[in-house]
């Protein structure tokens, strides 16, 4: 058994408005000199050792993530 | 009426909000509305299918993700592919989106709000299975209401989208959600799957909606099955 991490992100080229709303509120807390924010997800799978580095592309490519929008990558 | 044996299913899904309204669109168009559950792969004989709109499975993951996965959806993609016309409204076509039977993807508002009026469009492809019963370039009022209805794609796709006709509706006016080239709806290389982000099922009767323009896609769907041998 092992612990499996999948981070997805936006892609650069896709407006992420969430990201543009939680710079907006770090204005208001009076922090300054975050330039961007991208909000992404984090996904923690515990997987068999027989699982391969295949079978987690293919969930990442398929379900964890639309690649049409999103860019992702996995820490085993 | 003779119509009646044309059966048009609707498929609920676990957080759809319109599946009643589009069963009740399906009627007044003379078709014979069919309840269709997400959980059941066989699709009781229906003609065509309509993919409502809500919050299906909640939007967890991303809107339409994990209903693309149903079994109703395995049912609907096979349909798809072998002509079967679907429509997805709204959450639906989010759902067509994920299910890769449409290009391009739906992500939240530019604006962050969600968006809630009466949205004039244009439709610009009276070919699909859905439009056929428009008039190229009609100006149409119907409700629009969504949260993630950001329209994208890469330029690549859009172009494509564009010079192949594929964009069977536009918003007209101010861009209501940050939809790239104000892009309202699109359909498939076929013809037969139509996505889209406003509701005509909401605009059918004097009485409810703003206008009986959105009827129009539930008697083109007839008409195009007339056409085909029963």
């Known amino acids: 058994m092992a612990r499996v991490v999948v981070d997805v992100v936006m892609k650069p080229e896709i407006l992420d408005p969430q990201g543009q709303a939680i710079l907006g509120a770090l204005g ?6 975050v330039r961007g924010v991208r909000q992404g997800k984090h996904f923690e799978l515990d997987v068999d050792d027989s699982v391969s580095e295949e079978t987690l592309h293919r969930l990442a490519d398929t379900l964890l993530a639309n690649p049409v929008i999103e860019d992702f990558s996995i820490h085993r | 009426m003779a119509l009646s044996k044309y059966r048009v299913g609707v498929v609920t899904f676990p957080g759809s909000l319109d599946d009643r309204d589009a069963l009740r669109a399906v009627r007044l168009a003379g078709a014979e509305p069919v309840p269709l559950w997400h959980g059941e792969k066989w699709l009781s004989d229906v003609v065509a299918v309509i993919l409502p709109g809500g919050f299906s499975y909640g939007d967890y993951l991303r809107a339409g993700a994990i209903a693309r996965f149903s079994p109703a959806m395995q049912s609907v993609i096979d349909g798809a592919r072998n002509g079967m016309p679907v429509l997805g409204i709204c959450n639906g076509f989010q759902v067509l989106c994920e299910a890769h039977l449409l290009p391009g993807a739906l992500i939240r508002n530019d604006h962050r709000k969600f968006v809630c ?26 409700p629009l209401k969504n949260g993630e209805g950001g329209y994208v794609a890469d330029p690549a796709t859009l172009d494509a989208l564009e010079a192949d006709g594929r964009v069977v509706a536009r918003y007209l006016g101010d861009n209501p959600n940050g939809s790239y080239r104000a892009i309202a709806g699109i359909t498939n290389e076929a013809g037969n799957v139509v996505g889209l982000m406003p509701h005509p099922e909401h605009a059918v009767e004097e009485l409810t909606g703003p206008s009986t323009d959105g009827l129009a896609f539930f008697t083109s769907v007839l008409q195009k099955l007339v056409g085909i041998p029963a």
């Open chain 1, 28 to 33: 208001r807390l009076g922090i300054e000199g």
């Open chain 2, 117 to 142: 009026r009466d949205q004039r469009l244009r439709i610009e492809n009276t070919e699909t299975a859905w439009t056929n019963q428009y008039e190229a370039g009609q100006e149409i009022v119907v």
